[in-house]
């Protein structure tokens, strides 16, 4: 005799297998199975969210990389301030080009060198007084901003990734839900058809108040399933055997990372860690604002003309004597804003383990809900055995028989509705683990 375990397995893996595959049969013939991964690839192109937090990114590494990679030049071409490309009434006047190559944040200093080339009027090319520079502030604080650009790139990153797995788990929520109400539509549809057929051979009062009873449940079954699947994107249920396959396929790969230990820290919290550490580097010049901080050059030039070589020092300044309290504000913000980082800092690591612990005890409910449920299972399964033993031995009419059949099916489908929902509180588990 078949155990009541295996009963239940044989019987969900019934609904599982040939439920999709009704949807699938629907679908084009010519069109090709759109998998998982063209999907959820399909799904991000369309996600603001995500090709917005892309560009964020890719921001972000270009800013950081003004710091951790000052010695890449840049290069451009300009006419002269002094001496541009003119046509007057008289023609053609000529005018000069300026071809520039800088360093920038080459230890807080920048550096430029500069060659100037002259068109005179006849067309004619010379090369003008080339010039090299190096300019930089007093005071420099790069290393507080190049703390706040990896802030930046790492806030960026957990944008990103944020994006990537919300379209992740609502397509799995979308998929998963595609094939349960399929299966329900199709299990209520066929338990419909034997409870009308049955009612009609029914005399018994009792008991048609309750066939009664149980085709009202079967046509609010089918009608919210109805429902449910017609918000449903066509692309899932045309291809759903395909993508329940996938996904339960790649399940593991994704969930696997929980099983270890809970993160300690996220990429959100480590960008508040680096902004903490500029903030305190800024807190360290809190003075800064109320000092003058001027601009320091220096530069050495060739004279084409008389070919020899020419130098100058230079200092620039600029100072607010009164700024109506912005200085003072300023210092205040360097003073404060250590504290209210590390603040949130804190918050940020609390919320990531009450994250970590809330989503993991939905998950522990629901496999206790799947325990009692599978009971559940294995009751009906033994009502369906005994009203099947006492139908065999004219003790039970094929209505008892009919409803403990419906029963086992409704039970069963219960049980698969928790399983996808345990799988879909796994995934925002995982979320949490880099």
């Not at 806030?155 to 994006?163: G, I, M, P």
């Amino acid at each position: 005799m078949v155990s009541r375990a295996s009963f239940a397995a044989s019987f969900i893996a019934l609904i599982f297998l040939f439920g999709p595959r009704i949807a699938a049969q629907e679908a084009t013939p010519s069109a090709p199975p759109l998998g998982w991964d063209e999907l959820y690839a399909a799904r991000l192109e369309t996600s603001a969210s995500s090709r917005e937090a892309a560009i964020a990114v890719k921001s972000a590494t270009l800013a950081l990389e003004q710091y951790t990679k000052p010695y890449i030049p840049i290069v451009s071409l300009s006419t002269s301030a002094t001496s541009p490309f003119r046509i007057s009434s008289s023609g053609f006047v000529g005018g000069s080009l300026v071809s520039a190559v800088g360093i920038e944040n080459l230890l807080g200093a920048d550096l430029a060198l500069e060659v100037p080339v002259k068109m005179a009027s006849n067309g004619s090319l010379s090369l003008d007084d080339p010039s090299l520079s190096i300019s930089r502030k007093l005071f420099t604080e790069d290393e507080a901003a190049r703390l706040d650009a990896e802030a930046a790139l790492l806030n960026a990153k957990a944008s990103l990734k944020n994006a990537e797995d919300t379209v992740r788990i609502n397509l799995a929520k979308e998929v998963l839900n595609a094939n349960y109400y399929k299966c329900l539509l199709d299990a209520s549809r066929k338990n419909l058809e034997v409870l009308e057929r049955v009612q009609k051979a029914t005399v018994n009062t009792t008991t048609l108040r309750e066939l009664e009873r149980r085709i009202l449940g079967a046509r609010k079954s089918l009608l919210s399933a109805a429902k449910a699947l017609e918000d449903i994107s066509d692309e899932v249920k045309d291809n759903l055997e395909t993508l329940v396959a996938d996904l339960h396929t790649l399940q593991g790969e994704w969930v696997k990372s929980i099983e270890m230990k809970a993160p300690e820290t996220s990429l959100s919290t480590q960008a508040l860690e680096f902004t903490l550490a500029a903030a305190e580097k800024r807190q360290a010049f809190a003075l800064l604002p109320y000092l003058p901080n001027p601009n320091i050059s220096a530069e050495l030039s060739y004279d084409t003309s008389t070919q020899g070589l020419d130098w100058a020092l230079s200092l620039s300044l600029s100072y607010n004597v009164a700024d109506k309290g912005q200085k003072s504000l300023e210092a205040l913000k360097r003073r404060e804003y250590p504290e209210i980082y590390r603040a949130r800092l804190t918050d940020a690591q609390k919320s990531l383990s009450e994250g970590i612990r809330t989503t993991k005890t939905s998950i522990e409910s629901l496999e206790l809900d799947l325990k009692i449920q599978q009971l559940d299972i294995e009751d009906a399964q033994d009502e369906l055995a005994m009203m099947q033993a006492l139908y065999q031995g004219g003790f039970a009419n094929e209505e008892s028989l009919v409803i403990a059949s419906i029963d086992l099916s409704v039970e069963s489908l219960e049980a698969e509705k928790i399983q996808y929902d345990i799988l879909i509180q796994k995934l925002s588990l995982a979320k949490y683990f880099e």
